[in-house]
T-cell receptor
């Protein structure tokens, strides 16, 4: 069983609010990812990190930011939530750069009203 | 053109049937290939890696065709519990970023 946790599981929030989605893993993995997935659609990479103090933007243009101050923690922040941000956000980690085996958290379902 | 393409289906098959999915990728420098399974409203989980020589795990067989740039997944003796979406994942050459296909939906009925 994977040891990667996301909170909250569900979040309903009003437009303009600042939100932080939490992701933590206890496996000591260097590489971490944030994906966004709409129902029936593919996962889109929005941010990734190779390790502490490393963050990169993914393929999907996003108004979110991430930080990686500790190996185990990779939070995603939206400074001003909009209805277009409504989606499922999935955090994942992998053991090494060449590793394609990803461990996913249970996801955060975000609804912005 | 999308980097990883899959027929979204759904594939509707009876129990015991054999079903096969294909996935094509556009970047010839892609390094590694995987199949993931995603149940409704759940996170994806690794089903199996795909090796150049082809590999089998119980009722599941995966194959890679680098010349034609596609991978396949064959499921034999389908079970009701195989109903899920099967995601093709490709590690992008150079950056090794895992890139996901949209997934193929499989429904196994009694």
């Amino acid at each position: 069983e994977a040891d990667i946790y996301q909170t909250p599981r569900y979040l309903v929030i009003g437009t303009g609010k600042k939100i932080t989605l939490e992701c933590s893993q206890t496996m000591g993995h260097d590489k971490m990812y944030w994906y966004q997935q709409d129902p029936g659609m593919e996962l889109h990479l929005i941010h990734y990190s190779y390790g502490v103090n490393s963050t990169e933007k993914g393929d999907l243009s996003s108004e979110s930011t991430v930080s990686r101050i500790r190996t185990e923690h990779f939070p995603l922040t939206l400074e001003s939530a909009r209805p277009s941000h409504t989606s499922q956000y999935l955090c994942a980690s992998s053991e090494g750069i060449l590793e394609g085996k990803l461990f996913f958290g249970s996801g955060t379902q975000l609804s912005v009203l | 053109r999308k980097e990883v393409e899959q027929d979204p289906g759904p594939f509707n098959v009876p129990e015991g049937a054999t079903v096969a999915f294909n996935c094509t990728y556009s970047n010839s420098a892609s390094q590694s290939f995987f199949w993931y399974r995603q149940d409704c409203r759940k996170e994806p989980k690794l089903l199996m890696s795909v090796y150049s020589s082809g590999n089998e795990d119980g009722r599941f067989t995966a194959q890679l065709n680098r010349a034609s740039q596609y991978i396949s997944l064959l499921i034999r003796d389908s079970k009701l519990s195989d109903s899920a979406t099967y995601l093709c994942v490709v590690l992008r050459g150079g950056s090794y970023i895992p890139t996901f296909g949209r997934g193929t939906s499989l429904i196994v009925h009694p």
